[in-house]
């Protein structure tokens, strides 16, 4: 058994290598793909993690390793890793040395069906593996209107990029209920609703209606919903979202260092309260909805690690699972062309993030009922630990 953890801790290093200096590859490689049929393509609901656009090209959204991690895929034509085409397969390859053949991520059954309306479901919510969607009900964000957007940020470039190629736009709450249902009954069990900002009490009023549709088009009450908002000034609002339905919550600090906030999170200091008001509304959230369904985000890498861990810490003691997300600069936002810590610095970050999370009894169930996307490598050092990936049952067969 040791074996296999090895195995798959190495495979794990290779994966956050690849997700920060992304995959090298002619696009073209990709015609010998049923891409859209078979497979699942990436659509931009919401931004870009490839390092540079690519309008009108579809890619594959990641990929399975032979023991069963599921790798981002973002593209990098500077990265000495790439993908390789031979005889019919598709190879992950270093320097041009075939490292293990890829089995790219199958297309779930509800993208090929419509809305009431006509609108594709696949644009409505994105699949994000393991049971997981996706809504990303509006894919900008006002904080632009005053020159306010986070500085990694690039959701507002996005959809002047691919909004009206790919059809993405605005999602309304029947089309969601609509779409969740479909991928309900297709097998998935997790929804995480999320955007860019909006005002705070059309917020409000739009999740509970999503809630509602959601509610009406599943059959089900406790439809597991993961409501990712910002701080509102008023918590008390936070109340309602868990009078509408939602099992858990998410607010998305970014920073932790106070003064690096304030410049990285522009609008979320000057328009969202600050970042005080930011703690307080996460430790309020877990009054509201109990220890271990509050989940916050840091994007690793634009502070020291020690303020990361810092405040990973500091919210686990308070009943709230933080996690980290590699800083992608991504195409369009302010901070493109800079770059990302090393491939190992994350890494470490991430091992040591998972043991915090340990520390404060934290379950799988709870890391994966919370996140958006339950195949993060946090998520990843948990199922190999506690030996939930279909490799371990594999063994015993």
């Known amino acids: 058994m040791s074996n296999i953890k090895e195995t798959l801790y190495r495979e794990l290093e290779l994966k956050v290598i690849t997700g920060v200096e992304g995959i090298n590859f002619d696009p073209q490689i990709f015609r010998h793909l049923d891409l859209g049929g078979r497979y699942q393509e990436d659509i931009h609901i919401c931004m870009e993690f490839a390092h540079e656009t690519h309008v009108g090209i579809k890619f594959p959204t990641g990929f399975l390793s032979p023991n069963g991690l599921i790798y981002y895929l973002k593209w990098d034509r500077r990265s000495s890793y790439s993908f390789i085409y031979e005889n019919g397969s598709y190879y992950l390859a270093h320097h041009g040395k075939v490292i293990f053949p890829v089995e790219f991520l199958e297309r779930p059954n509800y993208y090929r069906e419509k809305t009431s309306d006509g609108t594709s479901m696949s644009t409505i919510a994105s699949y994000f593996q393991e049971g997981a969607l996706v809504v990303a009900y509006s894919n900008e964000c006002a904080l632009k209107e005053k020159d306010h957007d986070c500085k990694f940020c690039n959701i507002n470039a996005t959809k002047a990029t691919y909004g009206e190629v790919e059809g993405i736009g605005w999602k309304y ?219 371990f049952e594999a063994q015993f067969a």
Do not use: M
Request: glycine share 10%; charged share 25%.
């Open 173 to 391: 709450p029947k089309q969601v209920g609509e779409t969740v249902g479909a991928a309900y009954r297709d097998g998935a069990r997790h929804v995480t609703i999320t955007g860019g900002f909006v005002a705070e009490r059309r917020e409000v009023e739009y999740y509970l209606d999503v809630a509602d549709a959601i509610k009406e088009h599943t059959g089900l009450e406790d439809f597991n919903g993961t409501a990712c908002v910002g701080a509102p000034h008023d918590l008390s609002i936070i109340d309602k979202y868990k009078e509408a339905g939602y099992r858990t919550i998410a607010t998305n600090i970014e920073i932790w260092d106070r003064n690096i906030f304030k410049a990285i999170c522009p609008g979320k200091e000057q328009q969202c309260g600050g970042w005080e008001h930011w703690v307080k509304a996460l430790e309020y959230e877990v009054e509201v909805f109990g220890r271990g369904k509050v989940r916050s985000n840091i994007v690793a890498g634009l502070e020291p690690k020690e303020s990361t861990l810092e405040g990973v810490e500091y919210l686990a003691s308070k009943g709230v699972i933080c996690f980290a997300t590699s800083w992608n600069p991504n195409p369009g936002s302010a901070l493109e062309g800079h770059r990302s810590p090393e491939p190992a610095w994350h890494l470490d970050l991430y091992k040591k993030i998972a043991a915090i999370h340990r520390k404060y009894g934290f379950t799988y169930e709870e890391l994966y009922d919370c996140n958006a996307a339950p195949i993060g490598v946090i998520n990843d050092i948990y199922r190999i630990e506690d030996e939930l990936l279909p490799v």
